[in-house]
């Protein structure tokens, strides 16, 4: 697969979005597994499961990665049309894109596909589209809701669920292994983790979040109990043409690159899907706005924001919860 919104929040590199660190104690059996998914390695492991547990949870990601493929012109994704009634698989997505794009004045938009795919993110082939055409791309793009379960958009509407699709497929795997008994585990998609419970001894997992302007090393470590922890960055994928970089996330109101003064944005929520879409629409509004939508209260969420110039900001749910180590980036301010 070859969607670029995935890739959103997928290091050019392994080990780089969020760096997990786990540890099992006691007698609690341990398993994991590794695949590559949604294009990007993911990881599973999980703690009093068993190997078939985490093979159904694989599964289950695997299906979503060919049902939501919008690079894919044959995937269930990419063949809807106007009334048709929409799978649950794409219904629940959907709607929690949709539920964003009304909180955040359509910062998230799951129709942006031509636009990204002229700046070359889904094929590599990377260019720079004069502004008439983004204009041209910008005033066609199509529109779409879901009303009772069908979908209604206009022609030539092109869907991509990237912007929320690891999350969702985290999630679905994280019920996969609590139906097969599995009380605590970590799944890293990617730049996505979910969490199970807490470890084996009871204690919180450890999720780093990567220096954006070194991706291999970390910011700071966050200490969570079950709950999704999502990060979008500019570093994660760009290009460079005549000595300006251009990274991969699309501001809806200009077609291009989104310029907003920030190089992260992380996003602690307890539901996956939430906190794929919110990592994104956050980093294109920038601080000022986006610290208005977690005041308003309207999406419960807490996030962590690292701006251009090195500072950090955190809502005052992590600001407790967070141990900073990296001297590049100034002590963490907690948002009142």
Avoid at 22 to 46: L, P, V, Y
Avoid at 321 to 336: D, F, H, V
Wanted: aromatic content about 6%; some cysteine.
């Amino acid at each position: 697969m070859r969607c670029t919104v995935w890739k959103n929040k997928v290091l050019p590199f392994l080990c780089v979005c969020l760096l997990l660190l786990c540890c099992a104690c006691g007698r609690t059996e341990k398993n994991s597994a590794s695949f590559f998914a949604m294009d990007t390695i993911m990881q599973i492991t999980a703690y009093g499961g068993t190997d078939e547990a985490i093979a159904e949870a694989r599964e289950a990601i695997r299906e979503l990665d060919v049902l939501l493929d919008a690079t894919d012109a044959k995937s269930t994704l990419s063949l809807l049309k106007n009334g048709d009634l929409l799978p649950k698989t794409i219904r629940e997505p959907l709607q929690t894109a949709q539920m964003i794009a009304a909180a955040t004045d359509g910062a998230l938009d799951v129709t942006l596909y031509p636009l990204s795919d002229a700046w070359g993110f889904y094929t590599k082939n990377y260019r720079v589209p004069a502004q008439t055409e983004l204009q041209i791309l910008l005033k066609n793009r199509g529109k779409f809701s879901v009303r009772d379960g069908r979908l209604s958009c206009t022609d030539g509407t092109k869907l991509d669920l990237g912007c929320v699709a690891k999350g969702y497929a985290a999630m679905c795997a994280a019920e996969k292994l609590r139906q097969n008994g599995v009380q605590g585990a970590v799944l890293s998609l990617g730049g996505n983790v979910q969490t199970i419970g807490r470890k084996p001894d009871g204690s919180d997992w450890r999720v780093s979040v990567a220096d954006p302007l070194h991706p291999d090393g970390t910011v700071c470590d966050l200490f969570v109990g079950e709950t999704a922890v999502v990060t979008s960055g500019s570093y994660q994928r760009s290009f460079t043409e005549n000595g300006k970089t251009y990274h991969h996330i699309i501001d809806p109101a200009t077609g291009a690159p989104a310029e907003s003064g920030l190089l992260s944005v992380t996003v602690v929520c307890a539901d996956g899907t939430t906190a794929d879409g919110l990592s994104t629409a956050l980093f294109i509004m920038g601080m000022e706005r986006g610290t208005e939508l977690w005041k308003s209260g309207s999406i419960p969420f807490d996030a962590l924001w690292i701006t251009e110039d090195a500072d950090v900001y955190v809502t005052p749910g992590l600001a407790e919860r967070m141990e900073q180590s990296n001297e590049t980036y100034k002590k963490a301010i907690c948002i009142k």
